[in-house]
């Protein structure tokens, strides 16, 4: 990404950013809950779930930050 570039598109690669962590989090979170009432393991696949979301989530968002980085 050049210094000099368009402000809105910086703006719009952070709130892509934001948006992939927050749904992946609660996406995992979600899915967490529900094997939780499935399996009788209340909260423990809620936090494995929301961990994995978080990670994974980061993960995305270190992958999108890298590909722009390169233009």
């Known amino acids: 990404m050049k210094r000099n570039g368009n402000p809105w598109k910086v703006v719009a690669v952070v709130g892509s950013m934001g948006t992939e962590v927050i749904l992946l989090a609660v996406g995992g979170a ?3 809950n529900k094997l939780d009432a499935s399996w009788g393991t209340k909260p423990i696949l809620l936090i494995v779930g929301a961990i994995l979301g978080l ?5 995305s968002a270190f992958m999108t930050l890298k590909a722009l980085m390169k233009d």
């Open 55 to 59: 990670g994974l989530g980061f993960l």
């Open 30 to 32: 979600w899915l967490g």
